[in-house]
């Protein structure tokens, strides 16, 4: 059997951002990433500072932990990471979670393309603004939402831009315009990873969330547009494993 580098398995907890926000889940975090964006709020998944904690479980052992921790209290498991895209056989844990009755969202930058991708319920693609340091190869986010297309997966797919300046708010709106058809959320980008007083950070992101909603309030370009703060982050802070 195939195993999967793991992080993290934790939950339930509710989804706190993007397309299904609110939506009562699991979480299992995957290690490693090709990207290293600069504000990454999970960078212990690819910096080496948590290398001793990855596990290497197979798809059964992952379901196995799932049950064992969420009991009968979910029936939705959200895939994260780092970046789960990079793990070619992924589907054999989508395949048992779908047998066992259980919907699979997906968490994923656009930079890879995995042919499991048509088997996601909930697919949230989120391409990297100028603020991350990435580059984004249009290319490959082309070829990723035309194979959806085909697919006929485009009502399970979204796109979150996360946002920390006016830089970043003029490439959501070429993002957007881009891929009109698609549903864009604009998240609140998180600057105070090192704040440690749940309380502090929500008064800090509210305060961030009123700027990107005003911002996208003034746009012409950003319409068809859903704005969103990270509510985990809010309810509970920098914490992780919720
Ligand atoms: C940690 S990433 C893992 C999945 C994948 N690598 C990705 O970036 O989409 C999950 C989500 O968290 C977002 N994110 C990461 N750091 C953030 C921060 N400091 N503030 C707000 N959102 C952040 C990412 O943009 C992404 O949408
Ligand atoms: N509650 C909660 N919601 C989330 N949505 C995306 C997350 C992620 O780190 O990918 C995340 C997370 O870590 N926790
Ligand atoms: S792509 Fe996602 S996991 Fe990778 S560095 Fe960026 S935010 Fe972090
Ligand atoms: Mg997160």
Known sequence: MNKFPVLEIFGPTIQGEGMVVGRKTMFVR????????????????WDGSAKDEIERLTAEDIFARLKEIGGNQFDHVTVSGGNPALLKKLHELIDL????????????????????????????????????????????LDDIVARLREGDRLSHTSLKVVIFNDEDLAYAEKVHERYPNLPFYLQVGNDELEENQAPNLAQHLLDRYEWLINRVVES??????????QVHALVWGNKRGV
């Open 97 to 140: 979670l779908h047998e066992a009755g259980i919907e699979v969202a997906l968490e994923t930058q656009g930079s890879r393309w995995q042919e499991w991708f048509t088997d996601i319920d909930d697919l949230t693609i989120s391409p990297k603004p100028p603020s991350s340091k990435m580059l984004t190869d249009w290319g490959i």
């Open 220 to 229: 012409s370009k950003l319409n068809k547009v859903r704005v969103l703060p």
């Open 30 to 45: 995957t290690a490693g990433c090709d990207y290293s964006c600069s504000w990454c709020d999970s960078a212990f998944t």
